[in-house]
């Protein structure tokens, strides 16, 4: 099991040689600096967490820092993480032939990680406080059936990613799915009834913090330890960042302390970690659907096509709740939000689900790893898989993941194309953003 950090302690497995710049996504999960690098991300790979191949020293998780956040020191805490990594990377980046501009800049990415994920230990749900009981209302009201069947997962489309291949067949049985994602009066109910208390309402774990970093360092003022998320802010001029860390911003507060749910309740509740969501659903007699059932339902019994409606573009802006516009500075609202949006707003797929593409990332019950595509190839069919059973991320090695499905309002015609269904994101399972929830399944009887 990996720390709160995301750090494992255990050897990682090898995997195939592909090159981790083929697994940082269009949709920008934290690498979007490296790529402009002359870093040769390929050599990577490692046997031994201590010895990557490229002779430099690999760094602690820098987060699901998603939609092409640049990483840069935003928080006090951040720049007293990066503090004890800037020497290692500066004599490093000349062996590796990394611009001298790069080190400082990822290094400051510890921040990220050491604030979204130091509230508990990394994979396992929260336990709602004693005496609590399961919801009696562990029904298939608001459900959809999805009747199960054969399909072809993932895709070898021009847009897929390298993770999305190859296509191949897969059989799920039949399970009841939320028809939306979950809401904000929904999860209301569920902290009413339990006293849970999210991720990102808890503050960082000292102990599991300085656990994270080189002997010596010494710790941060208490003052910073404070619980907070990840909340999107669009850059006024090029080069500024694009996610903020804001103190006290959780599933109640999504903009910060200053905001609140007013007219909200029927949005999909965010600011929840994978932890949180697994929570809920074992609470509603549910549970999260694995990777294979969300994309068998996502597609509505279209056969391979490259968006949830058919295999026509169309205007986005009429289908789904995305970006419009250049994405990340220029904002229309073409689809008439500007972040979340009422679930249902959009016409269903063909299952009569809704957001299935766009509005915010669904969790998934599956562990994340690149090549899991690869080793199921030319088996036959795949019946009910339910992932692998580690996770393994080139791009964040220490990290272990949880798999993501659907884009969110912050995917972007020109940027980012994570709303196909085929498409796969990852993040560590105790961080919480603005643009990530869920929604759940339940098995039939």
């Known amino acids: 099991m990996g720390s709160p950090l995301g750090i494992s302690r255990q050897r990682v497995p090898e995997i195939s040689r592909t090159s981790s710049a083929e697994t940082s996504r269009a949709r920008g999960i934290a690498r979007p600096a490296l790529r402009q690098s002359n870093l040769r991300q390929s050599n990577l790979g490692q046997s031994n967490l201590g010895q990557p191949k490229s002779g430099l020293p690999i760094l602690p998780s820098i987060g699901p820092l998603l939609e092409c956040i640049r990483i840069s020191p935003m928080h006090k805490l951040f720049s007293w993480m ?46 709602p406080s004693a005496g609590t009981q399961a919801s009696t209302q562990a ?50 109910k569920f902290v009413e009834a339990t006293g849970f208390v999210t991720d990102a309402e ?25 619980p907070g998320s990840l909340v999107f802010t669009p ?9 903020e860390w804001r103190a006290a911003a959780n599933w109640r507060r999504p903009e910060g302390p200053a905001s609140d749910l007013s007219g909200k309740d029927d949005h999909p509740v965010v600011h929840v970690s994978w932890r949180d969501a697994s929570a809920y659903a074992g609470w509603a007699g549910k549970r999260l659907p694995t990777e294979a059932e969300w994309e068998f339902a996502a597609r509505g019994g279209l056969h391979a096509a490259p968006f949830v409606w058919g295999d026509q573009k169309d205007d986005l802006g009429t289908r789904m709740n995305t970006w419009q516009g250049q994405f990340p500075t220029v904002r229309e609202r073409g ?8 679930v249902g707003s959009f016409p269903p797929n063909g299952y009569g689900l809704y957001d299935v593409a766009g509005n915010v990332w669904e969790w998934v019950a599956d562990w994340y790893r690149p090549d899991t595509y690869p080793r199921r190839a030319g088996g036959g069919v795949v019946v009910n898989p339910t992932g692998p059973t580690s996770s393994f991320d080139p791009d964040e090695p220490y990290s272990p993941k949880r798999v993501c499905r659907g884009g969110s309002y912050l995917c972007s015609d020109n940027y980012c194309t994570g709303y196909r269904p085929s498409a796969r994101m990852k993040s560590s399972p105790d961080t919480s953003l603005a643009h990530t929830g869920f929604r759940c399944v339940r098995d039939q009887g």
Do not use: K
């Open 82 to 127: 990066a503090g004890p990594w800037q020497q290692r990377w500066r004599s490093a980046q000349r062996r590796a032939g990394l611009p001298s501009g790069w080190a400082p800049l990822i290094a400051s990415g510890l921040g990220f990680a050491g604030l979204a994920g130091l509230a508990g230990g990394c994979d396992r749900p929260p336990v």
């Open 139 to 188: 029904s298939t009201q608001g459900m959809v059936w999805i009747a199960g069947g054969e399909f072809s997962m993932g895709s070898d489309a021009r847009l897929a990613q390298a993770d999305e291949r190859p296509a191949h067949p897969v059989r799920v049985d039949g399970f009841w799915m939320d028809s939306t994602e979950v809401t904000n009066a929904q999860f209301r």
């Open 202 to 226: 808890r503050p960082p774990d000292l102990a599991a913090l300085m656990a994270q970093v080189p002997p010596g360092t010494p710790p941060p003022p208490a003052e910073l330890l404070v």
């Open 235 to 243: 850059p006024q001029a090029p080069g500024q960042p694009w996610w």
């Open 335 to 342: 689809d008439g939000y500007a972040d979340t949006s009422p």
